[in-house]
Nanobody, 117 residues
Framework: QAQLVESGGGLVQAGGSLRLSCKAS???????????WSWYRQAPGKQRELVAT???????NYLDSVKGRFTISRDSARKTVYLQMDSLRPEDTAVYYC????????WGQGTQVTVSS
């Protein structure tokens, strides 16, 4: 079964940057290429929210609070989805996950992003 593995999180000061990666393993390339991929995040005590989406045609969409600061991209050869996060704020602190559109895959373990003020 396909597996999602997120990485790249860490502790960073406000204003800093991180680049998250999400590797989709055991997923054939055509399935990866045809899917809409998204990054989500879940802060303590809050529901998971959609942060950014990229289509097969590389059209993107973002949560209003991250527009202009985050950039989502995809690499078909590596079957990997990225989230470049710049100008980080304390309110960006959360566990970040990736997944595709319907039908979604089993969720990965996520990667913790902590932004200190």
């Amino acid at each position: 079964q396909a597996q999602l593995v997120e990485s790249g999180g860490g502790l960073v000061q406000a204003g800093g940057s991180l680049r998250l990666s999400c590797k989709a393993s055991r997923l054939i390339t055509s399935t990866f290429n045809s899917a809409i991929w998204s990054w989500y995040r879940q802060a303590p005590g809050k529901q998971r929210e959609l942060v950014a989406t990229v289509t097969g045609g590389r059209d993107t969409n973002y949560l209003d609070s991250v527009k202009g600061r985050f950039t989502i991209s995809r690499d078909s050869a590596r079957k990997t989805v990225y989230l470049q996060m710049d100008s980080l704020r304390p309110e960006d602190t959360a566990v970040y996950y990736c997944n595709r559109g319907t039908p979604q895959l089993p969720w990965g373990q996520g990667t913790q992003v902590t932004v200190s003020s």
